[in-house]
């Protein structure tokens, strides 16, 4: 008999005037735009993971990659805050303190600015090295929904690659002119080892694991409302049935711990998805990868109203 993963929806976090949000930010996208981003300003890009500078180049001072990460800060056509990656350059950035993956919605937003809206084709990893199309941007056209190329809704991914398509290489600023790359369907993903926090077969936490969810709550606590689900998973020592129930039970011992440290009154969704031995990371032919497999998977998500306004896409 088939074994099916557990989901649990979880209680809300009450809203107060003492937990007012924080988190969520609108951006200026250009005059009468604007995009808004429910984990604010941990969504965007943040490291420099290659740059091939394209030909012909743009004058020097447009050179920076750097000028690409973080919150936008464009000002002017003039003023060397974007980088513009030149004719046919390739720039990739990396997330480091958060994800993206393919959920309701739009998911990406690239802010490229100036006058002349270069096309620039998409491509993301979750490695680094193994790349899937992702779309184009053109004529001003810069968000990207993935459920457009089919991409995976159960994949994180951390790395983007922008590719100019020589749309305009006799320029001052040649090439696609970034100033951020916006997740709008941001994911931070923090990984517990059960042996941590747990005894062998067992889902009371150990006395010890107060330090272990004190740390995971503090990153927690950078977004102050969000969706909260813990995915929890074993070996493949026991039955389908017992091993399915001990992830769930973990993950609910997890999830009433990280709810008394963070507040029950603040804003916070919880969801438990129990998936036993179904999902190993690894094959469990070891000592050594049952423990890597035995783990409980916490998602920091935006929250679940957000999804209540989104329209629905037409057929």
Known sequence: MKIHPIILLLGIGICTSAFAQKTGKTYKTD??????????????ADSIYSFSMGNPMPLEKF??????????????????N????????????????????NLPGNDLYIFEVGPSKESAKIEISTNGTDWTYAGTISGGKSILDLED???????????LRITDMEDLCRSKTAGADIDAVAAINSVIKLT??????????????????????????????????????AEGHTDSDGSDR????????????????????????????YEVKAYGETKPKVVNDSKENKQINRRVEIL???PN?????IPKKKD
């Open 31 to 44: 005059r009468y735009s604007s995009i808004y981003l429910p984990l604010g300003k941990i969504s965007f």
């Open 82 to 101: 974007f980088l513009s990656i030149g004719c046919k350059g390739v720039l990739e950035l990396a997330f480091t303190d958060n994800g993206f993956m």
């Open 192 to 229: 517990i080892n059960a042996d941590v926090i747990f005894d062998v077969s067992e889902y009371k936490l150990k006395s010890s694991a107060n330090k272990t969810l004190d740390s995971l709550a503090s990153l927690i606590k950078k977004v102050d409302k969000a969706t909260i689900v």
């Open 305 to 309: 109203d957000y999804y209540k306004y």
């Open 63 to 80: 050179r920076n990659p750097i000028q690409s990460l973080h919150e936008p800060n464009y000002e002017n056509y003039h003023t060397p």
């Open 242 to 269: 017992s091993n399915m129930k001990l992830s769930e039970n973990r993950c609910l011992s997890v999830i009433d711990r990280l709810r008394a440290i963070l507040g029950y009154e603040a804003l916070y969704d």
């Open 149 to 159: 190329e089919n991409i995976p809704t159960d994949v994180i991914y951390s790395f």
């Open 300 to 302: 920091v998500m935006p």
